[in-house]
């Protein structure tokens, strides 16, 4: 069974910082998804950014990278340039593509001012 | 493109009841799944759609909760008998399952509260 650990319950960046959120994942298939989710409190969970495991090239979405390392089954979000309206908590995801999204626990970040 | 949508946004209910949720999916998305989110936690997988076929069922979804989706549009998930175990947000995702992406995207939610 896949499973995905997110290593960090919360964290605290300083507005206009960089932050790197963890995130490992268990899986025997060779082809499959990851995405990272952003639910701001109280709010819609909202994708974030998304990366297929056989593409090689890191994914890049404005402010949001991540570090994809297939052979350690690794796969971090960066966000640069910390806003308020990053606050929120953030879960990583994995599907196989045939198999629904198995989700971490989440990570809450905060973002001050 | 609306997004997908949930109806309704909060519920109420005492226990023993029967609850009703609607999820209403982009158009044009062939998959639609419904997860169960309690505080603190990442959503967990309860069943899904392709079309109008139910693929699969969590052990999470026990003999009181049932999920529709007739003619391969919106889909209803129906929670019998309701327990108080029961309360959490009770999310719906669609996505559009083709060769190379089966990316979800989320609805705002239906918050159940089980008194």
């Known amino acids: 069974a896949q499973t995905v650990t997110q290593s960090q319950p919360e964290m605290s960046v300083q507005e206009a910082e960089t932050v790197t959120l963890s995130c490992t994942y268990d899986t025997s298939e060779n082809n499959y998804y990851l995405f990272w989710y952003k639910q701001p409190p109280s709010r819609q969970m909202i994708l974030v950014i998304r990366q297929e495991a056989y593409k090689q090239q890191n994914a890049t979405e404005n402010r949001f990278s991540v570090n994809f390392q297939k052979a350690a089954k690794s796969f971090s979000l960066k966000i640069s340039d910390s806003q308020l309206g990053d606050t929120a908590m953030y879960f990583c995801a994995f599907t196989s593509g045939n198999t629904p999204l198995v989700f971490g626990k989440g990570t809450r970040l905060s973002v001050i001012a | 493109d609306t997004g997908v949508s949930q109806d309704p946004r909060h519920k109420i209910t005492k226990r023993g009841q029967n609850v009703t949720f609607r999820c209403d999916p982009i158009?044009?998305?062939?998959?639609l799944y419904w997860y169960r989110q309690t505080l603190g936690q990442g959503p967990e997988f309860l069943t899904y759609f392709q079309n109008e076929a139910q693929l699969e069922k969590s052990r999470l979804l026990s003999d009181r909760f049932s999920a529709e989706r007739p003619k391969g549009s919106f889909s209803t998930l129906e929670i019998q008998r309701t327990e108080q175990g029961d309360s959490a947000m009770y999310l719906c995702a669609s996505s559009f399952r083709g060769p190379s992406t089966d990316t979800q995207y989320f609805g705002p939610g239906t918050r159940l509260t089980v008194l």
């Open positions: 158009s044009e998305h062939n998959r």
